[in-house]
């Protein structure tokens, strides 16, 4: 009985190889049933209770500067640190059980499926005709005015939704809970629910525009500094994979960089050029115009055909990440 004990103790190798594929498998299977308790849910709420505290009694652009540094901060530790405490206890009850809880905290912070049905909520109308249900579905996942939006131009916002959040809701996340699983005494989950935190902040409060100006300024900066590295390695898996390494970077840091962000634009520029397509161009926000630097050649048109390839890169990428880190895992544990 001791054996086995050790074998699954409290951050061993075996554990955390066992968690990063039973969570993956987890996410793959189930994504994030509406009806389940999920982390993100708790740290919105969080965000929102701090917002309603803020703009009641800050209203200097430099106390809602150290408002969000304290918003950004406390989330993100706090985040993971529930996180460590969770599985602290499971493991006081059963290693088997803190086994199957951190797989499952684990896998709230993969989005795979979750980017996959979403795509599907739209793309399934469109294919059928119904383009106002097509846009009202696009309008759950994007900040764009969608009501008068062309079927081109609802294929371009599915599938630049589904390359820049490959980065930021699905190969970040497993970037960091494999860097927690290598940390003594820390683990995958806390890692990376700290990050999901960073992520969810970032898409919570992180614009340039009022009301959030000045308080979600740090946690914008923050989440674009904890997703650069991650974002440049998906970059070079999918140019890999696409087997034109050479030709997708040089596509990328042509055009990539004319982008505000920097991030998406990196990510959304690699699946472009991979794919043969064009994304970028103007977007409409509550009625004023934006216009996004173009990513790639317009040597394709994008079609849904395109938007479930670019899935599958991701899904690729994903495997590839997974398989690594197991190899690592397991040699580090000879």
């Not at 061993?12 to 299977?29: G, P, R």
């Not at 708790?42 to 150290?66: A, D, S, Y």
């Not at 674009?224 to 991650?230: C, E, I, K, S, V």
Request: net charge positive.
């Amino acid at each position: 009985m001791k054996d086995n004990y050790d074998f699954f103790s409290f951050n061993s190798i075996n554990t955390q190889l066992v968690v990063l594929i039973f969570a993956a498998f987890l996410d793959y299977l189930i994504g994030d049933p509406w009806s389940f308790p999920h982390p993100v849910r708790v740290m919105g709420w969080v965000i929102l209770q701090f917002n309603t505290i803020v703009w009641k009694h800050f209203e200097r652009p430099r106390t809602q500067r150290l408002a969000g540094i304290v918003l950004g901060i406390g989330l993100i530790s706090g985040s993971g640190f529930v996180g460590w405490s969770i599985v602290q206890v499971t493991e006081f009850i059963h290693p088997g059980f803190r086994i199957v809880v951190e797989s499952l905290l684990l896998a709230s912070c993969f989005a795979a499926k979750s980017l996959r049905q979403a795509a599907q909520e739209v793309l399934q109308p469109l294919g059928e005709g119904k383009i106002q249900q097509a846009r009202a579905s696009l309008s759950k996942y994007v900040g764009r005015d969608t009501e008068n939006l062309s079927e081109t131009e609802i294929l371009r916002a599915v599938l630049e939704t589904v390359t820049e959040n490959a980065t930021d809701g699905v190969m970040a996340p497993l970037f960091y809970a494999i860097a927690g699983s290598f940390i003594p005494l820390i683990g995958s989950v806390p890692v990376a629910l700290a990050y999901k935190a960073a992520s969810t902040l970032d898409s919570m409060v992180g614009y340039r525009e009022a009301p959030y100006t000045y308080l979600g300024w740090f946690s914008a900066r923050l989440e674009d500094a904890l997703t650069w590295l991650p974002c440049r390695l998906t970059v070079l898996t999918v140019a890999m994979l696409s087997g034109k390494p050479r030709f997708v970077w040089r596509i990328c840091r042509r055009d990539a960089v004319q982008d505000p962000s920097p991030n998406s634009g990196w990510s959304e520029c690699a699946y472009a050029a991979v794919l043969g397509v064009q994304v970028g161009g103007t977007n409409w926000y509550r009625g004023v115009a934006k216009h996004k630097p173009l990513l790639g050649d317009n040597i394709h048109p994008i079609t849904p055909g395109k938007v479930y390839q670019a899935l599958q890169l991701t899904r690729y990428c994903f495997l590839i990440w997974l398989g690594v880190a197991a190899l690592l895992l397991f040699k580090f544990q000879l």
